[in-house]
């Protein structure tokens, strides 16, 4: 056999010896052989076994001295470990027919070893060699376990990479997960030892630092990790720039257990990101309760289409050469049977942020569609498009299903995009607003002239429409920048051949001023509220003397 058999008669005598337990059992300390009794076979074992002999006679204890010299060998059976000569054994106990029984041995040292690298390495990140999240739980655990026995505090500090998507997006995996590495250099560097730093994602980090008496001994640490995470990274020859979100939650304070403690870091860095990255935050109980009230409004949401509580308003552009309406931008209202009127700015945020936004996005272009080709030619509907709706490959043809759907002619459809749209993927995006073009689809910048490369936007596609932020309208009675904006805006699209709507506006005086300053058709408050579909062929109906 490989490893080793001793068998035992009923005499308490050896009558087979083979193996490798000879030697291990063996060598100088004496030789089992064929008539060797058991109790020479213990006195060998206990001489090679040495100072560790009381640890080994307890093992052997309850499956072979208690039970000699009884001669009912079927009961001595069973298995054990034991080590003897820095070999570890496993023996097995077997009765054998006729009141024998056999002593099985195996080597399992290199086994046992394997089996521990393997655990250790379960419990470890194979990029950066930090603890993973299963070791993180269980040093959490230790740490709460000494609050509970010394109130010895401590902390949990989750940390999420800012900008770091871009890196593996334009220099490829590779070169991110060199960047991984060196940020876990830094982070091991800030802490003490008896501190731990752990990978748990892609770009998030854990520290859990111990031994926490005030909380200024962790905000030291979250302000420390700010600065040394966004300071710059040679890596390959490239110089690159990232930064840290940091949330904190202290324990006992902000939980006893490890999955409140998590959560409430989760909690507070959610509110680091909001409040504009690289920065940290601590947990506030009203964190917890704002993100339920996000979680039940997320679904509520998520339940709205399904029950139609959504609906479309539409607010009517005036073309000031005639003053006649030229059309209306389709807006999303939100009439929840408890919450009542739910505020686009409190939902479509989150829509966007949870990918809603494509199936809403979808309904509130259907139903403009329909809903325009009710109103007399050639009044157009605009419908707002969001960059997540860019991100779908099938915009184009869920277009087309729409207008295909409700005989709506291409050419009394127009898409209203924001500068977000161009900022991602410029090419792809280039390409499905040609395609939209081809169409007969006409295409508006919203919002133009509040973001920072607009004017080189007009470059890369051209555009039918450039829509003049409120903010400036706004600004007309008390700036004179606002005037001066808008004539440079109003005068840049008559170059371009671009029709120039001013939003927002609300007075008589900023509509003379607009028309002054060359702009072609307006949208507010003095024209007409946002207005349901039902109103819209009345309001139309009445336009000349409101007009």
Do not use: Y
């Given at each position: 056999m490989r490893h080793g058999l001793l068998l035992i008669d009923e005499r308490g005598r050896v009558v087979l010896a083979s193996g490798r337990i000879l030697n291990i059992l063996g060598g100088r300390e004496g030789v089992i052989s064929q008539g060797s009794s058991l109790r020479e076979v213990l006195r060998i074992v206990r001489r090679c076994a040495g100072g560790a002999w009381g640890q080994v006679r307890a093992q052997m204890w309850s499956h072979v001295r208690a039970r000699l010299p009884r001669p009912h060998a079927e009961h001595i059976s069973g298995t054990f470990e034991m080590t003897l000569q820095q070999h570890l054994l496993e023996v097995h106990l077997q009765p054998v027919t006729g009141g024998r029984w056999a002593v099985a041995f195996e080597d399992v040292t290199a086994r046992r070893a394997a089996e521990a690298e393997a655990e250790a390495m379960?419990?470890?990140?194979?990029?950066?060699?930090?603890?993973?999240?299963?070791?993180?739980?269980?040093?959490?655990?230790?740490?709460?376990?000494?609050?509970?026995?010394?109130?010895?505090?401590?902390?949990v500090l989750l940390i999420d990479l800012d900008r770091f998507k871009p890196v593996n997006d334009t220099l490829g995996h590779p070169m991110g997960d060199a960047l991984l590495k060196k940020v876990a250099d830094r982070l091991r560097s800030t802490v003490r030892p008896t501190d731990t730093v752990a990978r748990i994602g892609g770009d998030e980090f854990v520290i859990l630092q111990t031994g926490v008496r005030e909380a200024s001994d962790t905000q030291a640490l979250a302000r420390r990790l700010v600065d040394l995470v966004g300071r710059t990274y040679m890596v390959d020859g490239h110089l690159l720039t990232i930064g840290a979100s940091v949330g904190v939650a202290l324990a006992p304070g902000d939980g006893s257990e490890a999955d409140t403690l998590l959560k409430n870091a989760d909690l507070a860095l959610y509110r680091a990101k909001l409040d504009g990255r690289a920065t940290y935050r601590f947990f506030e109980p009203e964190m917890d309760a704002r993100m339920q009230a996000r979680r039940r409004l997320e679904l509520d949401m998520r339940q709205a289409l399904a029950r139609r509580e959504f609906q479309l308003h539409y607010q009517p552009q005036l073309q000031l050469e005639g003053n006649r309406l030229v059309g209306c931008e389709a807006l999303i209202r939100w009439q929840h049977p408890v919450?009542?009127?739910?505020?686009?700015?409190?939902?479509?945020?989150?829509?966007?942020?949870?990918?809603?936004?494509?199936?809403?996005?979808?309904?509130?272009?259907?139903?403009?569609?329909?809903?325009?080709?009710?109103?007399?030619?050639?009044?157009?509907?605009?419908?707002?498009?969001?960059?997540?709706?860019?991100?779908?490959?099938?915009?184009?043809?869920?277009?087309?299903?729409?207008?295909?759907?409700?005989?709506?002619?291409?050419?009394?459809?127009?898409?209203?995009?924001?500068?977000?749209?161009?900022?991602?993927?410029?090419?792809?995006?280039?390409?499905?607003?040609?395609?939209?073009?081809?169409l007969g689809v006409r295409v508006s910048m919203d919002d133009f002239g509040t973001g920072y490369s607009s004017l080189s936007y007009l470059r890369s596609f051209p555009f039918d429409k450039i829509k003049i932020d409120r903010s400036f309208v706004s600004d007309l009675s008390s700036n004179r920048d606002g005037e001066a904006i808008i004539r440079a805006i109003a005068g840049l699209g008559k170059s371009l051949g671009m029709t120039t709507v001013a939003e927002g506006v609300e007075t008589a005086d900023q509509l003379e001023r607009i028309r002054a300053e060359g702009c072609t058709d307006v949208q507010g408050y003095l024209i007409s509220r946002p207005i349901s579909a039902a109103e819209v062929l009345k309001f139309l109906t009445a336009a000349p003397r409101n007009q």
């Open positions: 379960a419990r470890r990140d194979p990029l950066t060699g930090l603890p993973n999240r299963l070791l993180l739980r269980e040093r959490l655990q230790e740490a709460l376990g000494r609050l509970r026995r010394s109130r010895e505090g401590c902390a919450r009542g009127t739910v505020s686009p700015l409190d939902f479509i945020p989150l829509a966007e942020e949870i990918g809603l936004i494509v199936p809403i996005g979808e309904w509130v272009m259907r139903q403009a569609c329909r809903d325009a080709v009710t109103w007399p030619a050639p009044l157009s509907v605009a419908v707002n498009v969001s960059p997540a709706q860019f991100k779908s490959e099938r915009l184009v043809e869920m277009v087309m299903s729409a207008l295909a759907a409700s005989g709506l002619p291409a050419t009394r459809l127009e898409v209203e995009i924001t500068e977000g749209v161009l900022l991602q993927e410029s090419e792809r995006t280039l390409q499905t607003l040609h395609r939209l073009r081809e």
